[in-house]
């Protein structure tokens, strides 16, 4: 999940609890810190880093922060009403860490999102507070500093790790035979397809997954592959293959390069460096400098119609004379 996106359901959502060793709060919030250094807690406007593993009440894991290798990175939003789980994260302060459960009926009768898919009675966070910079009297140019300062500090150190991480997974996967690029993109041809390769201008109709170097799944294409992953399944999603246009540069530079080494029928993992990913700015729940893994199937290829009509190039307007 993008990490803005987690953080906009997380702010969405109110805390609840049933018992065992849970206190409670304002609005029937419910809470069990597990460690308190005794800092300042959270206040309107601080910037936070924070892990979060979000499950439902039979532990069943909807998103975990640590897959991405990095934390998530927010300012401290205003509470939007008693409960909600601004108030909770109010109550922790830098290496302070808790877990707080959220009641679904309670969401709901405050007119608050639920994943329109969910089952259960309880969200369960467990929430741990990596950093916190004050906002306190700071102004705006010296803490927005302080805040950048340490994100690219994070930045750093994701740099360094990714060769890592990419090595990590071919010692898991030594049963693929992979081929690199001059470019860095590492491909192994699972099944052989037929024909001519997928060449620039076409459209490669494509079943895919995605997944972190850890096996962790992000998006796929295929419902099987959702149903086996325990993904929460969609129902606006069709999941049916994609359509890509190749060379357009619509889809990131591992695609585009990945794509033309395939043929119809033919699948392979594709394992892409960040650099020809999303890169220092990550994106699309991806974090900065995060290699990603593709499960691809090339399902068919639509060249284009060579008896299409060409695009013409505007005509200028006729010049004014007297």
């Known amino acids: ?22 206190k409670q709060g304002d609005g029937g919030l419910l809470y069990n810190i597990h460690t308190s ?35 998530i990175f927010s300012p401290m939003p205003k509470s939007q009403t008693k409960g909600d789980i601004v108030s909770g994260l109010a109550l922790l302060g830098e290496g302070d860490s808790a877990t707080i459960k959220v009641s679904v009926d309670s969401l709901r009768k405050n007119g608050q999102q639920v994943p329109p898919t969910f089952k259960g009675k309880y969200l369960v966070y467990v929430v741990k507070i990596e950093k916190v910079i004050a906002k306190g009297a700071l102004n705006e140019n010296v803490f927005r500093d302080r805040v950048m300062q340490y994100i690219n500090g994070q930045k750093d150190a994701l740099k360094t790790k990714e060769p890592g991480k990419i090595a990590a997974y071919f010692s898991k996967h030594q049963d693929l035979k992979f081929n690199k690029t001059a470019s860095g993109l590492n491909y192994a041809i699972t099944t052989p397809g037929s024909g001519p390769n997928v060449a620039n ?28 992953e325990k993904m929460p399944i969609n129902p606006m999603n069709p999941y049916q293959p994609l359509r890509v246009a190749v060379g357009e540069g619509r889809v990131i530079k591992g695609w585009d390069e990945g794509l033309l080494l395939l043929n119809k029928g033919a699948k392979a993992v594709l394992v892409v460096p960040s650099v020809l990913a999303y890169g220092e700015q990550g994106g699309q729940g991806m974090q900065p400098y995060t290699p990603l893994v593709f499960d691809v199937e090339i399902v068919n290829i639509v060249h284009p119609n060579p008896n299409a009509p060409k695009p013409t190039a505007p005509q200028m307007p006729a010049p004014l004379t007297k």
């Open 201 to 228: 201008g076409d459209t490669a109709v494509i079943n895919y997954t995605l997944r972190l170097t850890t096996g962790k799944v992000l998006e796929t294409s295929e419902k099987a592959v959702a149903l086996k």
């Open 1 to 22: 999940m993008n990490k803005k996106l987690m953080f906009v359901a997380l702010a969405a959502i109110g805390f609840a609890g049933c018992n065992g060793g849970f």
């Open 37 to 71: 250094k005794g800092g300042a807690k959270l206040k309107e406007g601080d910037f936070m880093s924070l892990n979060m593993i979000l499950k439902t009440d039979k532990d069943s894991i909807i998103d975990n922060s640590y897959d991405n290798g990095t934390p």
